[in-house]
């Protein structure tokens, strides 16, 4: 087999369609490939989204409550100093909000 052979054979089957079909098919696999991939990516990064969401919401409940039960310690610690009495060398401690709660009937009294 001389070169002028094996180049007409060659140029014959790829313009027979075999070459041509053979490298479409190849361009169009390539690109399928490369749309599974972008869509197992953007699959990816939505759970990640979603999860992350998820995480940021629980973590704002938990904030939430720990604010609320701050709010409550607060008050308590109110309360509680509202409740103690500045008497502290005598033997008739007395707290300090009855004067106040005295005051408070007399205004609401009137």
Known sequence: MDITTLL?????????GGGVAGFMQYKQNKKAKELENDKTASEQWRALYEEQT???QSL??????ARENLAKEKQ???M???YVCEKLDCTDREPPHTEIMKEFKQYSEK
Do not use: I, Y
């Open 60 to 65: 704002r409940e938990k904030l939430h409550e």
């Open 80 to 82: 509680c100093r509202f």
């Open 54 to 56: 998820r995480t940021a």
């Open 8 to 16: 007409t054979t060659l140029l014959t089957t790829l313009a027979s």
């Open 76 to 78: 308590r610690t109110l």
